[in-house]
């Protein structure tokens, strides 16, 4: 059982306007409260904003510091095999990612990799990885298949995505990214043929997945194609997520909508006339920093989506391609920099928003009693959080009411 856990004289403790939220739109992220605070946590969970007065097992002295609710990391590529760093030097150098990708690079390198790598090394690798987020101070974070490119080998990643979530104390959920990159010996709708086959296989084996995605893109897949995978996931009672307008405009986002999408990511070449459907849509605008600045420079109309009314949402879109980065105050860092984001909007677009993405906000996602105890205590206050940027500013971690790292 873990311990009773008492945290004491925090400077700023992160609060939304009204309990029970699923989101918060992001028009409304000032509403949000930084108030001094305390804390008492119970049997993994949030027992009361306050010191109920009772003996704690551990207390936390936080003054001068930040509390929040540890982050939700909405888009990994975990669990991935190898790195791609050659490709980087490639990329900065001036050739193209798609062009790395016609040449045999790209996520077919990586399916390569995960081909060659045996479940021990994928999982070592991704556990490593996990190990950092956490001390970064992610306490719950999304897993995808798409480097198998085969039949048998998506069902393997979405096995190791499952064996991953049992071996590190962070809760995690699977999206099957059945759509990633054109398997050899396919045309894209002969591998959709496949897919289709293979969803009920995959939820029978890897029950923890809920939700499809699908790369829509030059060298990828199309919007007929989307349709297809939509249509599936309704089939199946899955969500739908989508790589979409992310080195051009495809108008993919008025699809992902009439398809009820649960998110629509990347969007750095949304058309402008695409804002503000999405943004009164029920819809998460999912947006990936890292991507843009190691992989490409079109920048996504964050502002534009904030002011909007979006549900918006910044995740590491942690991969061994576009982004190579596992931790969530360097990516939230960039989004401030990047995006013109107050301290509030960057918070919340990883914490409530990004659970309510992964289908967790009723439990993760923000400090409410009754929820989870995932909480991390920051080294000061949260305006520090993107302006010392590359400081790790986590000075504790508290997963599912355990005390995991100071
Ligand atoms: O989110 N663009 C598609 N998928 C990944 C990149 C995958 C890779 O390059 O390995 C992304 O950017
Ligand atoms: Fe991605």
Redesign the pocket.
Known sequence: MAPSIAIRGAAQLLRPPADGLPYLRHDRAAELTLAPGDLTLRAGAIAALADDGGDADVAIDARGCAVLPGFVDAHT?LPFADWRAREYEQKVTGVGYEQIAREGG??RS?ARAFARANDDAVLDQARALAAEMLAWGTTAFECKSGYGLSRAAELRALRLAAALGDAVPQQTVSTALLA?ALPDGFDADGWLDVVAELVPEALAQSPGVRALDV?V?SIAFTNDHLRRVGALAARHGLDLRC?VE?FATHRSVPVALELGARSVDHLACIDPADVAPLAAAECAAVL?PG?EFL?DEHVAPARALIDAGAIVVVAT?A?????PVVALPIVLGLAVRRYGLTAREALLAATLNAAWTIGRSAELGSIEAGKRADLIVLDGPVEQLAYRFGHNPVAAVICGGELVHV
Request: proline share 6%; glycine share 16%; hydrophobic share 15%.
């Open positions: 590529h790209g996520i990586s990633h790369y893109e790589h992310q990936l991507a992989g879109d991969n061994p391609g576009t982004s």
